[in-house]
């Protein structure tokens, strides 16, 4: 079992930057793969950038590359997700995850945070 808290989020204006962490606890975190998604109302859970073991492989999603970077810290059981030129479409609520493999049909994953909410006003 993994446990994750989000923690980070706010509310920027376009252009402004938010730098989002997700601490983890229980099983063997290096063992897993781990992800922050997003969801807007309305909207399915969508995958926005996600890294593997070590940082072996990441994944970043096309309307986030240039802006959004992920990272993790082993040491500190603990991942990132930087945050760039924001704009209002980045408005959604955040979620960490964990996995044993990367997907990007949120479905397929199986632990969660409780997610933190982003908001960028135009």
């Known amino acids: 079992q993994v446990q994750l808290v989000e923690s980070g989020g706010g509310v920027t204006q376009a252009g402004g930057s938010l730098k989002l962490s997700c601490v983890a606890s229980?099983?063997?975190?290096?063992?897993?793969?781990v992800g922050w998604f997003r969801q807007s109302p309305g909207k399915e859970r969508g995958l926005v950038a996600a890294?593997?073991?070590?940082?072996?492989?990441?994944y970043l999603q096309d309307s986030v590359k240039g802006r959004f970077a992920i990272s993790r810290d082993n040491a500190k059981n603990t991942i990132y997700l930087q945050m760039n030129n924001l704009n209002p479409e980045d408005t959604a609520v955040y979620y960490c995850?964990?996995?044993?493999?990367?997907?990007?049909?949120?479905?397929?994953?199986?632990?969660w945070g409780q997610g933190t909410q982003v908001t960028v006003s135009s």
């Open positions: 995850a964990a996995n044993k493999g990367i997907y990007t049909d949120y479905r397929e994953w199986q632990f």
């Open positions: 229980g099983s063997t975190f290096t063992r897993y793969e």
């Open positions: 890294m593997g073991w070590y940082a072996s492989k990441t």
